[in-house]
């Protein structure tokens, strides 16, 4: 995959995952500067998404660590332990806003 192509395919991802937070009504800022999203709680804690243009992947920094995504097909899987983006964002969001979050793919 190509740098512009990856470009696309992952600036496409931080758009949905914007979409998934303000459709999740769960209590949580989202704030976009760049390849950068950053999820902000009430308790100050932050999730933050960025791209990592140079390994064609999407990283995330979270309370319980930071995980790095990369295409497989369809959908962006963790380096490590393979969960999906979307289902791991939700899973960090819920630990993170102390109440159940679901982030869904557009």
Known sequence: MTESEFLAIAEAVLA???????????DMDCERSGNVLTLE???GSKIIVNLQ???S????AA???GF???LQGDQWRDTRDNSEL????SRFA????GEPVTLRAA
């Open 63 to 65: 309370r319980s660590g």
């Open 94 to 97: 819920t630990q993170q806003a």
């Open 53 to 55: 243009t140079p390994m």
């Open 68 to 70: 790095h995504y990369r």
């Open 16 to 26: 949905q995952v914007e979409a998934a937070v303000e459709d999740s009504g769960a």
């Open 41 to 43: 709680f009430d308790d």
């Open 57 to 60: 992947e999407i990283w995330v």
């Open 86 to 89: 979307f289902e791991a964002l």
